[in-house]
């Protein structure tokens, strides 16, 4: 039997994260995955792309039309979380940049996908009291899509970083999904960090001295954190990279910047990834940039969920989602009771492409 085929598009696609994850999280499932469609304005991102996955993407997402767009089983979409960010001025939709999820809307509108995952930042949840929040869930649901969130730290999927971020998953049938645990251990920080550093990294004498002089060095390695009221904090993992923060935001041992490679480690991009913009470039590539294994574990899952629907014995008698074996619905995220779920994903036989 022929495998499994999953053509998916990738909007705001950056240097590949959310490529990297369904690529992986197919493999893991036994399927095939297919980029049909990217798109990114960043000119250096889509050189970036282009150099590791031969595709060079689209321009201005704002300037395409949703006609235009193949048709596709699954959507991904990390969507500029600026607008919604602690460090830009919270401003949503009023932002531009913001408006953008509307451009989701009308492609999910016109191509009507199987499923999507969108992801953005944790505040996204209480932006302007999560009135935000709630103009996309009502826009999804809308246009006819079952969808649940949930807000996910890498710290807990393997990564040696603290970084939040909401998942949106949505489905155009009523199906079976499970959140994934991640409960995976945590890598050491030391199993990222490069051994030998040029002297270019190194932060300014006066810098390191007023490290010190608030944090005392540490044994095992850390990454040293500086707040916006200055206090510095030392762990054993790295807080949320950031484009647009400092560059002393982040300091190896209170010593040095983290290098290209390393932050693209703490992202979870493999070690194959061609990096091949300068030092400013990468550094917002990487801040820009979603934790690989995090969004790898939500797709398998919602992968997963989408072939189930298929499955000729797969007995769903309702018309709501079920999301981690309970009904949920979506007015007050309210979720009622317990419905046995499918747990062996071998048994996908039909190809989700299929119509």
């Given at each position: 039997m022929d495998k499994i085929t999953i053509r998916y598009i990738d909007l705001f696609a950056g240097v590949g994260g959310f490529r990297y994850a369904i690529q992986n999280a197919c493999m893991e499932l036994g399927i095939q995955a297919e980029c049909v469609f990217t798109s990114e304005i960043d000119v250096e991102c889509q050189k970036v792309y282009q150099e590791n996955f031969g595709d060079v993407p689209h321009g201005d997402i704002t300037k395409i039309s949703e006609d235009s767009i193949p048709d596709h089983d699954v959507l991904l979409a990390g969507f500029p979380c600026q607008p919604f960010s602690i460090i830009g001025q919270m401003k949503g939709f009023d932002?531009?940049?913001?408006?953008?999820?509307?451009?989701?809307?009308?492609?999910?509108?016109?191509?009507?996908?199987?499923?999507?995952?969108?992801?953005?930042?944790?505040?996204?949840?209480?932006?302007?009291?999560?009135?935000?929040?709630?103009?996309?869930?009502?826009?999804?649901?809308?246009?006819?899509?079952?969808?649940?969130?949930?807000?996910?730290?890498?710290?807990?999927?393997?990564?040696?970083?603290?970084?939040?971020?909401?998942?949106?998953?949505?489905?155009?049938?009523?199906?079976?999904?499970?959140?994934?645990?991640?409960?995976?251990?945590?890598?050491?920080?030391?199993?990222?960090?490069?051994?030998?550093?040029?002297?270019?990294?190194?932060?300014?004498?006066?810098?390191?001295?007023?490290?010190?002089?608030?944090?005392?060095?540490?044994?095992?390695?850390?990454?040293?954190?500086?707040n916006k009221a200055g206090n510095i904090s030392a762990y054993p993992y790295s807080c949320a990279l950031r484009a647009g923060a400092s560059y002393n935001y982040l300091l190896v041992n209170g010593e040095r910047r983290l290098t290209d490679r390393e932050m693209f480690r703490l992202q979870g991009f493999p070690e194959e990834f061609k990096i091949i913009s300068c030092y400013t470039q990468a550094r917002k590539q990487a801040g820009n940039s979603l934790?690989?294994?995090?969004?790898?574990?939500?797709?398998?899952?919602?992968?997963?969920?989408?072939?189930?629907?298929?499955?000729?014995?797969?007995?769903?008698?309702?018309?709501?989602?079920?999301?981690?074996?309970?009904?949920?619905?979506?007015?007050?995220?309210?979720?009622?009771?317990?419905?046995?779920?499918?747990?062996?994903?071998?048994?996908?036989?039909?190809?989700?492409?299929?119509?």
């Open positions: 932002d531009t940049r913001g408006t953008l999820f509307f451009d989701i809307a009308r492609i999910i509108k016109e191509k009507r996908p199987k499923a999507f995952v969108l992801e953005n930042v944790k505040l996204l949840v209480g932006h302007n009291k999560g009135q935000t929040l709630k103009v996309i869930q009502k826009t999804l649901k809308n246009l006819g899509y079952h969808t649940t969130h949930k807000v996910l730290n890498a710290l807990n999927f393997g990564l040696p970083q603290k970084r939040e971020r909401i998942f949106i998953v949505g489905f155009r049938e009523p199906c079976s999904f499970k959140w994934p645990h991640g409960k995976i251990p945590m890598k050491p920080l030391s199993s990222i960090l490069e051994k030998q550093v040029d002297d270019k990294y190194y932060a300014s004498e006066h810098i390191r001295k007023k490290r010190l002089s608030k944090q005392k060095p540490t044994k095992e390695p850390t990454i040293w954190h500086e934790p690989v294994p995090m969004a790898q574990a939500v797709i398998k899952n919602t992968v997963e969920a989408s072939c189930s629907l298929l499955i000729a014995d797969y007995k769903c008698k309702t018309d709501k989602l079920i999301v981690d074996g309970q009904l949920s619905l979506f007015e007050n995220e309210r979720k009622y009771g317990k419905i046995t779920q499918i747990a062996d994903s071998r048994k996908i036989q039909a190809t989700i492409s299929a119509q």
